[in-house]
């Protein structure tokens, strides 16, 4: 079964850190680039970090996040990390995890994983 799916989601206080995984099965993910995006209550979908292909590792962040969040590859785990840290509020959302491949744009979506910052 072709799927990606998230983990690592939960409950922190603010100035904690979390770690995200997106697991792949039924492809691989060195083949795609991969983003994640969050949706935030009330909120639409908006991109907070995303990673090229493999050759260039290339990658980009939403000015909210950028100096906190670190997104990378686990290509022998088949995996996508999000590592966020000095979590605030304002990052509470659903994260979803995103793959496209380079040439056939066959993309998919994780079901989400949610993350509450709260004291």
């Known amino acids: 079964q072709v799927q990606l799916v998230e983990s690592g989601g939960g409950l922190v206080q603010p100035g904690g850190s979390l770690r995200l995984s997106c697991a792949a099965s039924?492809?691989?993910?060195?083949?795609?680039?991969m983003s994640w995006y969050r949706q935030g209550p009330g909120k639409e979908r908006e991109l907070v970090a995303s990673i090229s292909q493999p050759s260039s590792s290339a990658t980009n962040y939403a000015e909210s996040v950028k100096g906190r969040f670190t997104i990378s590859r686990d290509n022998v785990g088949n995996t996508v990390i999000l590592q966020m840290n000095n979590l605030k509020p304002e990052d509470t959302a659903v994260y979803f995890c995103?793959?496209?491949?380079?040439?056939?744009?066959?993309?998919?979506w994780g079901q989400g994983t949610e993350v509450t910052v709260s004291s």
């Open positions: 039924g492809f691989t993910l060195s083949a795609y680039a």
């Open positions: 995103y793959a496209i491949h380079f040439v056939t744009k066959r993309d998919y």
